[in-house]
């Protein structure tokens, strides 16, 4: 296949939209509602079924490169997907999330080798050069006192062990990240903090419509 026919093979492809943010932040929340508003398809975050994540938050140093590399490979699968469907769809959690913000955030605080975190980014790095970027992404904002408080209401015994300080590297890291993000794709960023998403608020309403205007739904596809 020439460019040119890769660059029209591109013209086909569904709607990507990403939703990114810290961890309770309702990133799974929204991409549920929106994929029901929207008829879209929803793919979400390995995180139940990950072997990792228990042993992780018990001993950060002993289990961060096996979750960091278990979730690459995890989302690379998905994003391998993402690139050959023809329909809109919605992602839970970015790939670039892995690098740019977790593996990032645990070899600056030490709980990465120097070793691990290089080996981590130089086969991030190869992957990338195969995957799509989201046409839009979402990046949800929470305070620490918020996203603490949301972590603790949905109860998951793995991540009880989160502390603030933690939390808080995260959301820099993130703010980092989007700030560069910007350049190369199109952020709308929502603080959750003051736009409330949940239920049938106005703010949902809108993002729905705004959503609805920037990828009004595809015709037909002829699959005969």
Excluded: C
């Amino acid at each position: 296949m020439s460019y040119k026919d890769l660059e029209g093979a591109r013209v086909s492809q569904g709607y990507f939209l990403a939703i990114a943010g810290n961890i309770g932040v309702g990133k799974t929340e929204l991409t549920t509602r929106l994929s029901s508003e929207l008829g879209w398809l929803a793919y979400y975050e390995p995180v139940i079924q990950n072997p990792y994540l228990d042993q992780f938050y018990a001993d950060m140093p002993r289990w961060s490169f096996h979750l960091q590399i278990y979730f690459l490979s995890e989302r690379f699968k998905a994003q391998a997907e993402i690139n050959e469907s023809p329909l809109p769809f919605i992602q839970d959690r970015t790939i670039y999330e892995d690098a740019e913000i977790f593996a990032k955030t645990l070899h600056e605080q030490g709980s990465m080798t120097g070793v691990d975190y290089e080996n981590y980014t130089s086969l991030f790095g190869v992957l990338m050069r195969y995957l799509r970027r989201p046409d839009l992404i979402i990046y949800l904002k929470a305070s620490p006192e918020v996203l603490l408080q949301r972590i603790s209401q949905r109860g998951r015994a793995s991540e009880q062990s989160i502390t603030r300080d933690y939390i808080e590297r995260l959301n820099r890291a993130y703010d980092d990240w989007m700030r560069r993000a910007r350049n190369e794709m199109e952020v709308l960023e929502i603080d959750t903090d003051q736009v409330p998403l949940q239920g049938e608020s106005p703010a949902f309403a809108r993002l729905v419509q705004d959503l609805k205007a920037r990828y009004p739904r595809q015709v037909t596809l002829d699959l005969s």
